[in-house]
């Protein structure tokens, strides 16, 4: 074989992989975002009970009412949001719209107090949701490229820390935002604590300003 062969063999390998790589990465880039979540959870043995949750999108244009469940779920140790149990209580939305605000009312049941609050959803945040990281996790080594859960740890003092994780991903805090209470009607009945929990409380208390 000539050396003007070989030397077209050559570029032409370097331009496929060229060819190949940009490819790759505008697959990547053109990627986007199509299902998120907003999830909840309570320190252990402070119950939160959701009674309304409402989600405008980034436009203002449109919106989402779900349900979280009504009981939301615990983290691992009482005076911290430690814990994996993000996604058990997580409402999905499958939309290539990000939040703009979500507005959310709670029962505290171990002080019965009601709590609500609009939280607004910041363009930075939007951004970090939207980004493509190479992240495989868990026993399938499954590709989960984003930070696509909004989870809200709801504190029985009103307290609400917003969080940003995804499936590989670990609790970072975005901020916390106070609630205001939230007047019901005086013939209203809390739902009860669980025995363990209201055992817990009785002993404990309800801190304020720890979460």
Known sequence: MSIVSNIHKFFFIIFC???????????????RLNEWTVSTVAPKYYSAYIDILLITSETKQGGWRGMVTKYTKFSKNPNSWEGRER?????SIQSTELPGLIYIRWYSLANKKTYNKTIKVSEDIRNKMREYYEMRCGFNNGLYPYKDN??????????ISVFLNGTCFD???QFKVQAVEYKVADDFVYPELS??????????????GIW
């Open 171 to 173: 609790n970072e805090l």
């Open 150 to 159: 909004i989870l809200l740890g709801l504190a029985p003092d009103g307290m």
């Open 87 to 91: 996604y058990s209580s997580g409402y």
């Open 17 to 31: 992989l060229f060819v190949s790589a940009c490819s790759t990465n505008h697959q990547i880039k053109s990627k």
């Open 195 to 208: 025995e363990e929990a209201q055992s817990y409380v009785d002993e404990h208390g309800v801190p304020v």
